[in-house]
């Protein structure tokens, strides 16, 4: 089961910031949060991970809270090529199946 | 340019006519896996490799078969594919790194429709 829990939708207009918000309150401390994308049935994408510290890279940023038990991924600029399903997972950095386990995720919905 | 490749990219069959789902990866990744999404189940494993000679199950390996005998390929194969076989598949690849963060990659999916 997903230990996280996400907004089953949101809106944001072109140009603005998303920020697509994700609780994982049981957590563990070895745990990762990472952030994945689905853009209307293509093979899942990659966005960010982290573990306590805020991460940023050329896609998005990611901020996770202080107790870890929240985070908020945030696109600074979104386009309508950003809108598609994202998904929260939380899970150690390697296990022995490298198993994802994907939720229900959240539609982001980019409009002009 | 990295990238994971699936074969076909659709296919309608009929039930009992085995097919193969290719997938090939060219980042000299050692693990590789396959899933099926299906609408309310979300993404589902179906088996994985964590290197060449070494698969193992998944959550819904049942009617599925699997091979690694190339570290780039991990073919899927369905010996008599059934009609609730319907489904999305998508193949991954990551570096296998115990301990270590692995991005997984992910290819464009193979739509299949038993009839």
């Known amino acids: 089961d997903a230990k996280t829990t996400q907004p089953p939708s949101m809106d944001c207009a072109e140009g603005r910031a998303a920020n697509l918000p994700c609780n994982h309150s049981?957590?563990?401390?070895?745990?990762?949060v990472y952030w994945y994308r689905q853009i209307h049935s293509q093979g899942p994408q990659y966005i960010i991970h982290?573990?306590?510290n805020n991460e940023t890279n050329e896609m998005a940023s990611l901020i996770i809270t202080e107790d870890r038990k929240s985070s908020t991924l945030i696109l600074p600029h979104a386009t309508l090529r950003d809108t598609a399903v994202y998904y929260c997972?939380?899970?150690?950095?390697?296990?022995?199946?490298?198993?994802?386990?994907f939720g229900q995720g959240t539609t982001l919905q980019v409009k002009p | 340019e990295a990238q994971v490749t699936q074969n076909p990219r659709y296919l309608i069959t009929v039930t009992g006519k085995k097919l193969t789902v290719t997938c090939s990866q060219n980042?000299?990744?050692?693990?590789m896996s396959w899933y099926r999404q299906d609408p309310g189940l979300g993404l589902r494993q179906i088996y994985y490799?964590?290197?060449?000679?070494?698969?193992d199950k998944g959550d819904v390996p049942e009617g599925y078969k699997v091979s690694r005998k190339e570290k780039r390929n991990f073919p899927l194969i369905l010996e008599s594919p059934s009609p609730n076989q319907t489904s999305l598949y998508f193949c991954?690849?990551?570096?296998?790194?115990?301990?270590?963060?692995?991005?997984?990659?992910f290819g464009p999916g193979t739509r299949l429709l038993v009839l």
């Open positions: 982290g573990l306590k």
């Open positions: 991954a690849s990551s570096l296998s790194r115990t301990g270590g963060v692995a991005t997984q990659y």
């Open positions: 490799s964590m290197n060449v000679e070494v698969t």
């Open positions: 980042m000299n990744h050692e693990y």
């Open positions: 997972i939380v899970r150690v950095a390697w296990d022995n199946t490298g198993k994802l386990i």
């Open positions: 049981t957590i563990s401390g070895n745990e990762y």
